[in-house]
């Protein structure tokens, strides 16, 4: 069952996406290549969404270890922050999200560290550009299939594999609840969009193939090539007027 939000309900979920973004943009300016841990990036994380009256949506969820989930390089999502200390020419990816007063919002970014070749660049670029062209389509009366071509097209158009085996989800007073929001499909598939659906579209886009695997430790995802993913994400409510994105820090 897909849940429609209330104005209302809306502007909570915008106050728990503004933590969110403040949290994203502190945690990355505090990344210092060739000194800081993903350990390190995980405790600011904590400490800043807890200072700011939230509470870190993933930290427990299915029994997860952090408040964040930091990976580098050829990790797609799920990385478990760990002692890695993060190099010059890294990508790192933080996802986190935010619980205030019972509704979350959830969001993912990718971090280009240093000096970084051009055609890193590149997938970066295209992966963010990817999620912009999808937030687009996220009007009333379209279909959820019509968000999902528009980024499989878009990334592939471009040359690189986009990830299937994770896809994008509803959010509310849950982190995760229906529609899924895939990153690949048919135009006319899927659930028809209507205002006061709230949803997290997020590309997971592969430098090399779109297969992934998971590693021993159940959690961390991989690209089955060890070449780099990228992922971007913003938490989204589609309004009469068309999307709105929740996790941003200013209007
Ligand atoms: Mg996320
Ligand atoms: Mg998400």
């Not at 993903?38 to 408040?67: C, H, K, Q």
């Not at 922050?81 to 919002?105: R, S």
């Not at 963010?128 to 687009?136: K, N, R, T, W």
């Not at 780099?228 to 820090?249: C, N």
Request: with cysteine; proline share 5%; hydrophobic share 40%.
């Amino acid at each position: 069952m897909i849940v429609l939000k209330k104005e209302s309900e809306i502007a909570k979920m915008r106050e728990s996406g503004r933590i969110v973004a403040k949290t994203m943009r502190i945690v990355s300016e505090a990344i210092d290549p060739g000194k800081t841990t993903l350990l390190e990036l995980d405790a600011i994380a904590n400490r800043v969404i807890t200072e700011s009256g939230g509470i870190p949506s993933f930290l427990g969820y299915r029994g997860f270890p952090a408040s964040a989930c930091i990976g580098v390089n050829e990790v797609v999502v799920h990385g478990i922050p760990d002692e890695t200390v993060i190099q010059d020419g890294d990508i790192v990816k933080l996802d986190f999200g935010v619980i205030l007063d019972g509704w979350h919002a959830d969001s993912a970014w990718t971090f280009a560290i240093g000096t970084v070749p051009e055609n890193t660049k590149r997938l970066l670029n295209v992966t963010q550009e990817s999620l912009v062209h999808g937030i687009a389509k996220a009007r009333p009366g379209n279909r959820v299939g019509e968000i999902s071509h528009t980024v499989q097209k878009y990334v592939e158009s471009n040359g690189y594999g986009i990830v299937r085996d994770l896809v994008g989800h509803g959010i509310g007073r849950n982190l995760h609840e229906e529609p899924s929001i895939p990153n690949f499909g048919k135009p006319k598939s899927g659930p028809v969009l209507k205002a006061g659906m709230t949803f997290c579209i997020e590309p997971m886009v592969n430098e090399g193939t779109w297969k992934v695997n998971t590693l021993d430790d159940g959690w961390t995802v991989v690209t089955a090539d060890g070449k780099l993913s990228a992922h971007f994400e913003h938490t989204v409510a589609v309004t009469q007027s068309g999307p709105v994105i929740l996790t941003s820090e200013v209007d």
